[in-house]
Structure formats: C-alpha cells, structure tokens
C-alpha cells in the first residue's frame, strides 16, 4: 500500500505561480498529478516516470506546468506558472504500480490517490 501526501496548495493572483508536492510512502511507479475544478471531473494535468526521465503533459498546462522528480526518490513535485483562473480548483497526486507509463494517464491508470489540495487562482 502507497500513502500520498500533498502540500504546497493556495492562493495567487493569475500569472503568479505556486509549487506542489506530493511525497508517497512506500515504493510507487509513474506518479501523475490531477485537476479537478469545481462541478467537473479529473483530468489528469502532468505525469512522470520513476526515474525522472520522461514526463508529459496535458496540453492545457504546456509550457506553463513541469513535474520534477529526482531519480529513485518517491516526491514529485509540480511548478505551476503563469497560472489562470481555470487553473483553479482541487489537485490530486496519484500513482501507479506499474513502472511504466507511456504517456499522460487516465484517472483510472491510478492505483492510489491523495487527499488533494486546493489551488486558487484570481483574475
């Protein structure tokens, strides 16, 4: 069993920016993080491999979002910029199993959830 824990939520002003983090106890596959804004479901927004190496993105967040995560370790981390009213909303570390994901999962990709954390973005 993979515990997630997730901090780093807020409030700013659109264009400002803030950093999640999402650290799993226990040894976790790809690690994704997952937007959720008010009324609608999760969509998944970023994605990266265990090792670092791969990381990919919804389009929506391109150019503006980087997920990071040091090879070997179970803590990722995602640099929001530039970020929009829309961005607002819940965000949800998720993880999965499997070592490998070849491109931006689906929620049910995901094996274990966080609780979330609220992002809050005014125009």
């Known amino acids: 069993q993979v515990q997630l824990t997730e901090s780093g939520g807020g409030s700013v002003q659109g264009g400002g920016s803030l950093r999640l983090s999402c650290t799993a106890s226990?040894?976790?596959?790809?690690i994704g993080w997952f937007h959720q804004a008010p009324g609608k479901g999760r969509e998944a927004v970023a994605e990266?491999?265990?090792?670092?190496?791969?990381?990919y993105y919804a389009d929506s967040v391109k150019g503006r979002f980087t997920i990071s995560r040091l090879n070997g370790e179970d803590t990722v981390h995602l640099l929001m910029n530039n970020l929009k009213p829309s961005d607002s909303g819940a965000y949800y570390c998720?993880?999965?199993?499997?070592?490998?994901?070849?491109?931006?999962?689906?929620?049910?990709?995901?094996?274990?959830w966080g609780q979330g954390t609220q992002v809050i973005v005014s125009s």
């Open positions: 998720a993880a999965r199993r499997s070592l490998i994901c070849l491109g931006l999962g689906d929620w049910a990709d995901f094996d274990y």
């Open positions: 990266v491999t265990p090792g670092g190496r791969l990381t």
């Open positions: 226990g040894s976790a596959g790809c």
